[in-house]
C-alpha cells in the first residue's frame, strides 16, 4: 500500500490511545468515534488484533510481534505499511482505519495497494515475479516458476521495458472480468453471514411478549446483567439508559476500579431513578441497542 498508507493515515487527529486504554469501558466506543465505525465492527477488529499479540495494556501491537503470528509472506508485507508509532508499534486506532480502508477503498486504489505490496512499490520484473511465484506455486518446479514469470512479463509489459510497472500491472487486471477481481478483494469488516445472523437475532424480540417484559427489573435480574456486561465495553449501553460519560466517571470514582460493581451501580441509579418505569423491556431494549443482543437473548428470549 506504500503511498496508500497515507489513506488511512495513522493516528492523525484524535489520538485515542492517550485518552483511554483496553482496561477502560469506553476502549471500544472511542474507537467507534474516532475512526467513525460501527460499534459490532470495532469489537470484531479488537479481536483479531489480540489474536495477532497486542499488548493488552496499551492496545499497540510491538514491532515485530504480528510478523511472529503469521508466515504468509502477504501478510507479513502488508503489515510492514501499515503507519507505526514513534516506538515502531501498531496501534489499535491505525489498525482500524487500515481495516475501514479496505472495506471502503475502490477497487482501483486496492490494486494499486497490492502493486505495492509485491515489490515494495518497484516495478515487477522476472526475477521478482520467480520469487512471487515460487511462493504461490511450491510444488512446481523451478522451470515451470521460470516459464510462468517469462509469460507473466511478456504479456503484460506492452512496453517492452523487461519488467512490469504499475500502471501496466492495473490495466492488465482491468481486463478481467470485473465481479472477479472485486470478488477477490473484497473485504468486510463483519463478514455477510454474520451480519445475517446479528440482525435474526435482533429480532427474536419478537418471540417474547411485550406483557412479559413489562414488569419491574429484579435485583437478580441488575446483577446478572451486571456480571455478563462488566467485563466488556458497556458504555453505549450505559448510554441508552441515559447515562453520560460524566455520570459514568462520577459512579467510577464512587465504587472505585471494580468495573462489576460500577455497571450495578449504574443499574441501580438507573432503577432509583425510573423507579416503576425501570422494566424488563426498558432493560432488554437498551441491551440490544447497546450491542449486547447475545445477554438480551440470555436474560430475556
Known amino acids: 500500500m506504500g503511498a496508500y498508507a497515507s489513506s488511512f493515515q495513522g493516528d492523525a487527529g484524535s489520538l485515542v490511545g492517550e485518552l483511554t486504554d483496553p482496561n477502560q469501558p469506553n476502549w471500544i466506543t472511542a474507537h467507534s468515534e474516532a475512526c467513525a465505525l460501527d460499534i459490532p465492527e470495532v469489537e470484531r477488529l479488537w479481536q483479531r488484533f489480540q489474536h495477532l499479540g497486542c499488548d493488552r495494556t496499551t492496545g499497540v501491537l510491538a514491532q515485530n510481534q504480528a510478523l511472529q503470528v503469521t508466515q504468509d509472506v502477504f501478510i507479513k508485507q502488508s503489515l510492514r505499511q501499515v503507519p507505526r508509532d514513534e516506538n515502531g508499534g501498531i496501534t489499535f486506532q491505525t ?33 521478482i515475479m520467480k520469487r512471487i511465484l515460487s511462493k504461490l506455486y511450491e510444488e512446481e518446479s523451478e522451470e515451470t516458476i521460470t516459464r510462468l514469470a517469462d509469460i507473466f512479463v511478456t504479456q503484460i509489459d506492452t512496453k517492452e521495458q523487461g519488467e512490469v510497472d504499475e500502471e501496466q500491472f492495473i490495466e492488465w487486471v482491468k481486463t478481467m472480468p470485473f465481479e472477479t477481481v472485486n470478488a477477490l478483494l473484497e473485504f468486510h469488516i463483519i463478514p455477510p453471514e454474520l451480519q445475517d445472523t446479528r440482525a435474526s437475532a435482533s429480532q427474536a424480540t419478537s418471540r417474547t411478549s411485550i406483557d412479559e417484559l413489562a414488569v419491574p427489573v429484579s435485583e437478580e435480574t441488575l446483577q446478572q446483567v451486571a456480571s455478563k456486561v462488566h467485563g466488556r465495553d458497556w458504555v453505549l449501553f450505559a448510554n441508552k439508559l441515559g447515562f453520560t460519560q460524566n455520570d459514568l466517571t462520577g459512579i467510577s470514582k464512587k465504587v472505585g476500579k471494580n468495573t462489576y460493581q460500577q455497571v450495578l451501580e449504574m443499574l441501580h441509579t438507573w432503577q432509583r431513578r425510573e423507579e416503576q418505569a425501570a422494566t424488563c423491556r426498558v432493560l432488554d431494549t437498551a441491551l440490544r441497542d447497546g450491542d449486547f443482543i447475545d445477554v438480551a437473548n440470555d436474560m430475556f428470549l
Open 95 to 127: 489498525y482500524c482505519n487500515a481495516a475501514k480502508w479496505m472495506s471502503i477503498a475502490q477497487v482501483e486504489d486496492k490494486l494499486r495497494g497490492v502493486f505495492k505490496l509485491l515489490n515494495r512499490g518497484k516495478p515487477l520484473d522476472r526475477n
